[in-house]
């Protein structure tokens, strides 16, 4: 597989991903806030479970890391936009694990069932996690770039012109 065929699997993974943590930190967070805060816990340690068992989530996970590795160890770092898409899916990766993690864990404990605390708890997850989404989302724009910034200009625009129109007309309909 040659270099460009390398970075095509990546940025495609990486668009996977970021959807979920989009769909996670807009629909899932927008569902965890209308709950009471023992609800949420139960919800949030069933979502936990279900997504480090769930195989599509791991993959998704999973293959991105061992995809760079190799990526780096045979084609080095000459592509910059790549290699910068790498490094902001990095960071937003990094945030997600010292944000989120310590709340899981706190979550988890039994003991741990303050509402208030809960509800602080689920805010920091809820930062988290727009960050991830947001930061994940700008890696897979920087990483398309490598293949041309013109046409990743007009695929973003061209995303932007199909989205409003219909996240318009949900609202439309569900605002009532």
């Not at 769909?23 to 805060?37: A, K, L, P, T």
């Not at 960050?131 to 695929?155: D, G, K, N, P, Y």
Request: with cysteine; glycine share 4%; proline share 3%.
């Amino acid at each position: 597989m040659d270099e460009t065929a390398v970075e095509a699997v990546i940025l495609a993974i990486n668009a996977l991903g970021a959807g979920i943590l989009l769909f996670v930190s807009g629909v899932v967070q927008r569902v965890m806030n209308d709950m009471d805060e023992l609800a949420f816990k139960r919800f949030a340690l069933t979502l936990v479970r279900a997504a480090t068992s769930d195989p599509f989530a791991v993959t998704i996970a999973t293959i991105p890391i061992l995809a760079v590795i190799y990526y780096f160890v045979i084609y080095g770092f000459n592509h910059w936009w790549f290699i910068a898409g790498i490094v902001i899916w990095m960071v937003g990766s990094g945030i997600t694990k010292v944000a989120n993690l310590p709340v899981y864990n706190w979550i988890r404990d039994p003991k741990n069932a303050d509402p208030e605390e809960l509800r602080r708890r689920r805010h920091t997850l809820q930062l988290g996690n727009l960050w991830r989404a947001w930061l994940t989302l700008l890696s897979v724009v920087v990483m398309a770039c490598q293949f041309s910034v013109e046409a990743t200009a007009i695929a973003v625009a061209s995303c932007v012109l199909i989205a409003a129109p219909s996240l318009w007309l949900a609202r439309k309909y569900f605002d009532n």
